[in-house]
Nanobody
Framework: VQLVESGGGLVQPGGSLRLSCVTS????????LGWYRQAPEKERELVAT???????NYADSLKDRFTIFKDYAKRTVYLQMDRLKPEDTAVYYC???????????WGQGTQVTVSS
């Protein structure tokens, strides 16, 4: 199983970024895929998840600015981030959680920095 994130970088406040996580080795429809983030000296926190069936769930504070979606053909899950704020600065991690067994894995993370 492998999760490879990309798309992070430096963006000005108010800007947008789209993160990508290419998956391999998992049954796309049997896993909940997600994005989490960890800012310096803070706990890792949920950003958004999307189930194998396509149901999305968001952190309440982010649902108006972030959108999670996936492309079955490309085996990729995306996080569209709009109207970014400095407090969105963090390392963003992709996750895959098996819905019918005890298995979870993470990508290596991609840095997002929101600064002028």
């Amino acid at each position: 199983v492998q999760l490879v994130e990309s798309g992070g970088g430096l963006v000005q406040p108010g800007g947008s970024l789209r993160l990508s996580c290419v998956t391999s080795g998992i049954s796309f429809s049997l896993f909940t895929l997600g994005w989490y983030r960890q800012a310096p000296e803070k706990e890792r926190e949920l950003v958004a998840t999307i189930t194998g069936g396509g149901a999305a769930n968001y952190a309440d504070s982010l649902k108006d600015r972030f959108t999670i979606f996936k492309d079955y053909a490309k085996r990729t899950v995306y996080l569209q981030m709009d109207r970014l704020k400095p407090e969105d600065t963090a390392v963003y991690y992709c996750s895959a959680h098996a819905e019918k067994r005890d298995y979870n894995t993470w990508g290596q993370g991609t840095q997002v920095t929101v600064s002028s």
